[in-house]
C-alpha cells in the first residue's frame, strides 16, 4: 500500500480538529511541508495536540464491550467529535493521519517499552508494543511521539545521536543510536529515546525504536495485545495525562491520572489535585481536568472490575511508578 493510498481526513475534517485544539494558523500547504517551514508548524501542532488529547486508556475500562479501534475514521470520531485521547496506537495513528492529510512526509514505527530489571538494575525491554511516527523535513528524519504520556517527548526530535533537546524544564531528552541489552547481535542497531528530569539526574531508557516501516495489519495485532493482556499495564490500571503549555506555546508541565490520584506536576513542582475515594469522584475530575465524558452505559463497564474504586481497594492499593 503506497502512501498516497492511506486514509487521509478532508479539509473540513481538518478545520474542525484544528477548532477541538485551539490551533489558530491555517493549513500548511503540502510543499512547504517538505522545507524549513514545516518543522515550525509541525512543532506547534504537537505542542498543541498533545495539551488538548489526552494520552489515556479510558475506553478499556469505562466500556462494556472495551474493544479498541484503530480505524482513521472511528479516531476521528474519538478524538474530535467526542473529545476523549486514546493511548499511543491510538492518538500516535489519528496524529500520523492528520500529518498525512496536510502533505507531511512520514511513515510508522514500532517501539519497544523499557522496564528496568528489579534484580540487575538493567534495562530490559519488552515486545512491540509501542508506536511513533518518524517524519522527513527538509533532509532530517524526526521521531514524533504523542501517545507516551507525561515523560513522551513533546516535540519532534531529530534522529541525530545523542543530540540534546528540550523536554517539560528542567527535563532533556535525547536519542542514541546504539544496541539493547538483551541483543545477542553486538551489529545490531536501533533508536533509544531517553529522558532526564534535570541536568543532574541520570539519563532514563523509555523505549527504542526502529526505523523499520509498521503496517497497519502489525498494529492490529499489537493494539489487540495492548488492549486485552493480562500482562498489559493498560487493563490493570487506569492512566489519563496531557501537557499543559502556557500562552507562549511553552510546554510546562502535565495534568496526570493514574488509578485513583489526580495531580499537576509544573516545572517539576507536584501538587495533588485529589484522591478518589469511589468512581463517581473520578468520573468527576476526568470531566474537570480532562474534559472526559462518559454514558451511563461506559460508566458501568468498569463496575465490578480490578480497575473499579472502592473504598476497601484504596487500603489495599500499592505504589506504582509515576506515569
Aim: hydrophobic share 35%; charged share 20%; aromatic share 10%.
Amino acid at each position: 500500500m503506497s502512501s498516497s493510498s492511506r486514509p487521509v481526513y478532508s479539509f473540513t475534517q481538518l478545520d474542525q480538529y484544528f477548532s477541538h485544539i485551539n490551533f489558530k494558523r491555517p493549513r500548511i500547504s503540502a510543499e512547504d511541508a517538505k522545507g524549513p517551514a514545516g518543522l515550525d508548524y509541525l512543532t506547534s501542532l504537537q505542542k498543541h495536540q498533545m495539551a488538548a488529547i489526552p494520552f489515556s486508556n479510558l475506553s478499556i475500562h469505562y466500556s462494556k464491550t472495551p474493544n479498541i479501534s484503530i480505524d482513521p475514521k472511528d479516531l476521528y470520531h474519538k478524538i474530535v467529535e467526542r473529545g476523549h485521547g486514546g493511548y499511543c496506537m491510538e492518538n500516535n495513528g489519528f496524529f500520523g493521519t492528520v500529518l498525512r492529510s496536510l502533505g507531511f512526509e512520514l511513515f510508522s514505527a514500532g517501539a519497544r517499552v523499557c522496564v528496568p530489571d528489579a534484580e540487575s538494575g538493567g534495562d530490559q525491554f519488552g515486545g512491540w508494543a509501542h508506536m511513533v511516527n518518524i517524519v522527513a523535513i527538509n533532509g532530517t528524519r524526526y521521531m514524533v511521539d504523542v501517545g507516551f504520556g507525561a515523560q513522551g517527548p513533546t516535540q519532534p526530535l531529530p534522529l541525530v545521536d545523542g543530540k540534546v533537546s528540550a523536554g517539560i524544564g528542567p527535563a532533556s531528552l535525547r536519542v542514541l543510536w546504539t544496541n539493547i541489552p538483551p541483543n545477542t547481535d553486538p551489529g545490531q542497531r536501533l533508536w533509544v529515546y531517553q529522558y532526564r528530569i534535570n541536568d543532574d539526574s541520570p539519563w532514563t531508557t523509555a523505549y527504542c525504536f526502529t526505523e523499520l516501516e509498521f503496517l497497519p495489519q502489525d498494529y492490529t495485532m499489537m493494539n489487540y495485545w495492548t488492549s486485552t493482556a493480562r500482562t498489559s499495564l493498560f487493563t490493570h490500571k487506569v492512566i489519563c495525562t496531557k501537557t499543559i503549555v502556557d500562552d507562549e506555546e511553552e510546554v510546562v508541565g502535565s495534568l496526570i491520572l493514574v488509578g485513583r490520584e489526580f495531580k499537576r506536576r509544573v516545572k517539576g513542582e507536584k501538587e495533588i489535585l485529589m484522591i478518589c475515594e469511589n468512581e463517581q469522584q473520578r468520573i468527576e475530575g476526568l470531566k474537570k481536568w480532562f474534559g472526559a465524558e462518559f454514558t451511563e452505559d461506559e460508566q458501568q463497564g468498569i463496575m465490578g472490575t480490578v480497575t473499579q474504586l472502592t473504598p476497601e481497594a484504596k487500603h489495599n492499593s500499592v505504589v506504582h511508578n509515576e506515569i
